[in-house]
C-alpha cells in the first residue's frame, strides 16, 4: 500500500536516508519478553538543514505468556550454506554501501526431547523436562514415558541429551518396523545380514551334535548337509538343529544354513561348516596292484591295529604307518582297512583294478612247499641280462650273479620277518625256512631288473 506521507517527503528536496532495523529474538525462560522488532524509517534532511523521519512500517511483538524457549534447549545445530564466506559479504557490495552484515551458518534442530515425544503430548512439560538428562538406559517413565525403543542421542559418556537423536544397530531395528507397518513402505530390515555369520558348533562328532547361527527373530534358517546321507535332521525352519549321524557313514560333511526374511527384500545369506562324522581312516593306495600281486600303501587315523580284507576276506593285520607292503593278488578287487577309532570302529574301501595280463615271472623258487630250504634261479626262457645262472640241470645249477640280489620274506599279515642279500657266488641263492611255522610266506625278490614277490607255503 502506498504510503502518502512517505511519497510526498520523498520528493522534497533535500538528502534521503532508509534505516531498516528488524530483530528476532528467541522465547524467554520465564516471562514474555520482546521476540520481534521490524522498522523501516525514511529520513528526508529538507533542504539540508531540517531532518524530517517516516515510519513506513513498525511492528514488534512479545512472547505469549508461558511459551517455554524451545529454540534454545537441546536440539543441536546444523551447518548450513557451508560454501559460503561471510568474508565475502563483509568486503562485498553490502558492505561497501554501509550495512551490517552478520550471518550465522546454522540452523537448530528440533528439541531433543520433543523429537523423543516425551510426555506422547498428554503432559505440559516444564524447562525442567527439557533440560533433563535421558538415555536408554534411562529413559523418562510414567505419564512422560516415550515411545521409542533403545533410543539413543548423539554419544556423550555424561548420559545427557545430546544436540541431536541418532540412529543405529540398536534402535535403526526399531524405526524399520515402525515404517514397515505402513502399508506400501519400502523400508526393510536387513539385521540378519549384519548378524555374525557363523555357523556354531563342534567340528567333528561320534553320534550327534547341535549346530546354531546368531539371527535375529522373525529369520528364517533353512539347513542341509552335503553328503545328504551323512546324517539326519529335523524338518523346519529353527535357529539350532541336531545331527545324527548315519550308521553307514564316517567321513567329513558340510552343514550349510540358509538364512532370509522373506518379507525383508533382503538377499540370502548362507553359512557353512565342515564336520567329521564318525572314526576316519586316512588310505593312500593305488589304483591297480603291480603284476607280481604287491601294492604299497599307507594308513593312518585309527588306533592299534589294522585288518586288510581283500573281497571281504581277511588277508594281513599291520600297524599303521607309510610305505606298508602287501600282497594283495594282481587280480585286483575291493581292498578294506577296518580299525578303531576315537568313535569306535571305522572302515574305509578302495576298488584296485585287474593288473595280471601278461605278467609272468622272472625268477623261479622250488622247492615250494618245503620244511628246510628255498633255493632261487632263473626261469628258462626269460630276457633277463643282470644274473646269469645256468639253467642246466636242477642238481648242477649254479649262481653266478652280476649284481647283488636282495630277498625279503614277509608272513601272511605283511610284516617283514627275514631279509638277505646274495652277492656274486658259485652257490645257489637259497632261504632258510626250517625254523618257520608252518603257513603261507610271500618272498619278495628284488635285483637291477626284477622286483617280484612270490608265494611260498613252508610244512
Known amino acids: 500500500m502506498l504510503d502518502e506521507g512517505g511519497f510526498l517527503l520523498g520528493i522534497l528536496p533535500g538528502r534521503s536516508k532508509l534505516n531498516i532495523d528488524y530483530r528476532v529474538n528467541s522465547y524467554p525462560a520465564t516471562g514474555t519478553s520482546q521476540i520481534y522488532y521490524g522498522r523501516i524509517r525514511y529520513t ?10 517516516k515510519d513506513i512500517t513498525f511492528r514488534t511483538y512479545n512472547s505469549p505468556s508461558g511459551t517455554l524457549p524451545l529454540d534454545s534447549y537441546p536440539g543441536g545445530v546444523n551447518p548450513s550454506f557451508t560454501n559460503v564466506d561471510l ?3 563483509k568486503s562485498g557490495l553490502l558492505g561497501n554501501y554501509g550495512y551490517t552484515v552478520d550471518l550465522n551458518p546454522n540452523f537448530n534442530f528440533i528439541p531433543a526431547v520433543s523429537a523423543l515425544d516425551v510426555g506422547k503430548g498428554n503432559v505440559v512439560l516444564t524447562s525442567s ?3 533433563a538428562k535421558y538415555s536408554a538406559a534411562a529413559p523418562p517413565t510414567g505419564s512422560k514415558a516415550i515411545p521409542f525403543v533403545n533410543f539413543t542421542t548423539s554419544f556423550n559418556t555424561a548420559g545427557i541429551n545430546e544436540p541431536h537423536i541418532s540412529f543405529n544397530a540398536r534402535n535403526g531395528k526399531w524405526l524399520a518396523s515402525e515404517m514397515d507397518a505402513v502399508a506400501g513402505s519400502d523400508i526393510f530390515d536387513c539385521a540378519f545380514v549384519c548378524s555374525s555369520n557363523s555357523l556354531s558348533g563342534a567340528s567333528s562328532i561320534c553320534t550327534s551334535g547341535t549346530f546354531s547361527v546368531s539371527v535375529p527373530n522373525g529369520t528364517t534358517v533353512n539347513w542341509s548337509i552335503t553328503p545328504s546321507n551323512a546324517a539326519t535332521f529335523p524338518t523346519g525352519s529353527a535357529t ?9 557313514f564316517n ?12 518379507t525383508s527384500g533382503c ?4 553359512v557353512t561348516k565342515t564336520v567329521t562324522f564318525g572314526g576316519i581312516i586316512n588310505l593312500t593306495a593305488p589304483s591297480l596292484p603291480n603284476p607280481d600281486g604287491t601294492i604299497t600303501v599307507s594308513v593312518s587315523g585309527g588306533t592299534g591295529s589294522y585288518s586288510w580284507f581283500k573281497n571281504g576276506i581277511l588277508f594281513a ?7 606298508i607292503f602287501l600282497q594283495f593278488g594282481c587280480s585286483g578287487g575291493l581292498l578294506m582297512v577296518r580299525a578303531n577309532t576315537s568313535c569306535g570302529q571305522a572302515e574305509v574301501t578302495r576298488t584296485l583294478g585287474d593288473n595280471c595280463q601278461g605278467s609272468t615271472y622272472s625268477m623261479v623258487v622250488y622247492p615250494n612247499p618245503s620244511n628246510s630250504e628255498i633255493s632261487i634261479a632263473i626261469d628258462e626262457g626269460t630276457a633277463i641280462t643282470d644274473l646269469s645262472i645256468n639253467p642246466t640241470l636242477n642238481t648242477t645249477r649254479s649262481a ?13 599279515s605283511g610284516i617283514l620277518i627275514l631279509t638277505n642279500d646274495f652277492i656274486k657266488s658259485e652257490n645257489m641263492p637259497t632261504i632258510d625256512v626250517s625254523n618257520f611255522k608252518k603257513g603261507t610266506y610271500f618272498l619278495r625278490i628284488i635285483g637291477k631288473e626284477l622286483d617280484e614277490v612270490h608265494q611260498i607255503i613252508v610244512e
Not at 538377499?267 to 548362507?270: K, Q
Open 44 to 53: 528526508k534532511t529538507l533542504l539540508w538543514i531540517v531532518p524530517i523521519s
Open 87 to 89: 568474508a565475502n559479504f
Open 129 to 131: 523436562d527439557y533440560l
Open 240 to 248: 539350532s538343529k541336531t545331527f545324527t549321524k548315519s550308521a553307514t
Open 251 to 262: 567321513g567329513n560333511a558340510t552343514i550349510s544354513a540358509t538364512i532370509s526374511n522373506p
Open 267 to 270: 538377499p540370502s545369506i548362507l
Open 317 to 323: 593285520t599291520t600297524v599303521g604307518g607309510n610305505n
Open 400 to 412: 653266478t650273479i652280476e649284481s647283488a640280489i636282495k630277498t625279503e620274506v614277509y608272513d601272511f
